[in-house]
């Protein structure tokens, strides 16, 4: 099943139980694939759309939940509609590796590409996302190459 059709399933489950945060955020999806289409680019309506569009969607998320926590109470609510809609995303991705795998990835790449020093946290990051772009979490990778390469 495509992704735009595990999403339009799942629209029709929200109508049924008349759930709004669910509807909302495939309002949202729906609305950027669209606006994609619509732009000239020649994309076209497939999974890979609609991934891009959700990673897309992700990565803004996880900086407005950043900016959400920093508020406190009053953000409290903007933070948990947001990190629904990032549960929901997220669904549909990939896994990522977690911080051990992510970790002995990290240690892997240093000690075949020699990268010792810590300045070199961008060339230790671009050799992992070389081979291993969808697995890794990139603001995670950073973090660990970061730790890593300090003598963590």
């Excluded at 680019?41 to 999974?47: L, V």
């Excluded at 946290?121 to 995670?140: C, E, R, Y």
Aim: with cysteine; net charge neutral; proline share 1%.
């Amino acid at each position: 099943m495509s992704v735009k059709d595990q999403i339009e399933a799942k629209l029709r489950e929200a109508r049924l139980a008349r759930d709004e945060a669910t509807k909302n955020v495939i309002g949202m999806l729906k609305s950027k694939v669209l606006l994609e289409l619509k732009s000239g680019s020649g994309a076209e309506d497939n999974d890979a759309l609609w991934l891009d569009t959700i990673k897309s969607y992700v990565k803004q998320l996880k900086k407005t939940i950043g900016e959400y926590e920093k508020l406190g109470d009053r953000g409290q609510q903007l933070l948990s509609e947001s990190q629904f809609e990032l549960r929901f995303c997220e669904q549909f991705l990939p896994t990522r590796l977690d911080e051990a795998a992510t970790e002995a990835l990290v240690r892997e790449a240093a000690a075949a590409n020699n990268i010792t020093d810590p300045k070199q946290v961008g060339k230790l990051v671009g050799a992992v996302m070389k081979t291993h772009k969808d697995q890794v979490d990139s603001d995670l990778l950073k973090q660990v190459a970061t730790r890593v390469l300090a003598g963590g």
